[in-house]
């Protein structure tokens, strides 16, 4: 029996994005933690209406949990979003603002 060698040759395969169970949630506040396995990141919105209150209400809304390489494309990603924002509208700065 004659041998046919095949190419190996890594194929990109084509990614198809289904988005029929996406929702969009909109978050003014997110917090991260990490294991060795997981980063976890919560994303909530900021209930406060009024400045100078006692105590500040987070609604949290979702949980995303990343595997640390996940995480690492993430913040690449993010980093190259805000990045291009920036070249486009101007420099943020590292404190929360609301625009006016």
Known sequence: MAETKVNKAK???TIRWDDSKMR???ANVCNVS???EEVTLLLGT????RSGQQ???IEL????I???YAAKRLS???SGVVDEYEKRFGQLSDTEQQPK
Not at 46 to 49: M, P, T, V
Not at 61 to 64: I, L, T
């Open 11 to 13: 194929q990109t395969p």
């Open 24 to 26: 969009s949630v909109y």
């Open 34 to 36: 990490s294991t060795q």
């Open 46 to 49: 900021n209930q406060a209406w």
């Open 55 to 57: 105590e500040v209400a």
């Open 61 to 64: 809304s979702d949980r995303v």
């Open 66 to 68: 990343l595997s640390p």
């Open 76 to 78: 690449r990603l993010l």
